[in-house]
Nanobody, 122 residues
Framework: VQLQASGGGLVQAGGSLRLTCAASGRTFGGYGWFRQAPGKEREFVAAFRVMGSRRYYTDSVKGRFTVSRDNAKNTVYLEMNSLNLEDTAVYYC??????????????????WGQGTQVTVSS
């Protein structure tokens, strides 16, 4: 199983980026995006469970970020709009079989991508 994250980069505040996570090997019950800023713990950003239409977001990204999946390509996306300085972090995609109570926790996922850097400048 491999998760390949890409799409990070340097963007000005207010700009947009789309992160891509290509999953190979198998499909999973849920996919998530997490991020880790320097000196901080890894935190939940967005996720969804395959069996269901609900999307989960941390409060700080609601209305700005959108998580989606292309089933045919087994690829997960994180569309990020209205980026601000606080969004600067390494972003990780994750896959696993989280239950509802663990969908926003690192413990809910088994496989992790290598991370992609997102830097927002003023």
């Amino acid at each position: 199983v491999q998760l390949q994250a890409s799409g990070g980069g340097l963007v000005q505040a207010g700009g947009s980026l789309r992160l891509t996570c290509a999953a190979s090997g198998r499909t999973f019950g849920g996919y998530g995006w997490f991020r880790q800023a320097p000196g901080k713990e890894r935190e939940f950003v967005a996720a969804f469970r395959v069996m269901g239409s609900r999307r989960y977001y941390t409060d700080s990204v609601k209305g700005r970020f959108t998580v989606s999946r292309d089933n045919a390509k087994n690829t997960v996306y994180l569309e990020m709009n209205s980026l601000n300085l606080e969004d600067t972090a390494v972003y990780y995609c994750a896959a696993g079989n989280p239950i509802t109570s663990s969908v926003s926790t690192t413990e809910g996922y088994t496989y992790w991508g290598q991370g992609t850097q997102v830097t927002v400048s003023s």
